[in-house]
C-alpha cells in the first residue's frame, strides 16, 4: 500500500495533465510499440520523461479503456507489446482537445493583457 502511494507521487511532472494526450495524439497516427512512444515524445514534442512513467500511464489509459495492447513477436528480438488508440480513447482525445482550445484562448488573452 505504501509502495502504491509512493508511486502516485511519482507521476506529478508539469506535464502531468497532458502527457497522456499527448501520448493519445502519438497513438492516434499508427500503433506504437511502448519503447517507441517515449523517442516520439522526445522527438515529436520536446518532453523528455522516464520510460516508467510512459509504461505508467500506457497501463491506466488501457484500463480506462482509452488504449489496447498486444504482443507482437518478430523473428529477430523479444516480444514487445504494440498500443493502439481506441474508439473511446479517439473521443476523450477529440473532447479534451476541444477543452484545450478554449483554455488555449484565455491564455492568449490573459498573456496579451500582461
Given at each position: 500500500m505504501h509502495h502504491h502511494?509512493?508511486?502516485?507521487h511519482h507521476i506529478r511532472l508539469p506535464m502531468r495533465g497532458l502527457l497522456h494526450i499527448t501520448i493519445l495524439s502519438i497513438l492516434r497516427d499508427r500503433e506504437v510499440h511502448g519503447a517507441e512512444i517515449g523517442r516520439l515524445l522526445e522527438d515529436r514534442y520536446n518532453i523528455a520523461v522516464p520510460r516508467a512513467i510512459?509504461?505508467?500511464?500506457l497501463r491506466r489509459m488501457e484500463r480506462h479503456g482509452f488504449v489496447s495492447s498486444r504482443?507482437?513477436?518478430e523473428e529477430s528480438g523479444p516480444a514487445r507489446r504494440i498500443y493502439r488508440i481506441t474508439e473511446e480513447g479517439l473521443d476523450y482525445l477529440e473532447d479534451?482537445?476541444?477543452r484545450l482550445r478554449r483554455v488555449k484562448s484565455l491564455?492568449?488573452?490573459l498573456i496579451s493583457e500582461g
Open positions: 502511494s509512493h508511486h502516485h510512459v509504461y505508467g500511464l504482443w507482437s513477436v479534451y482537445l476541444r491564455i492568449e488573452r
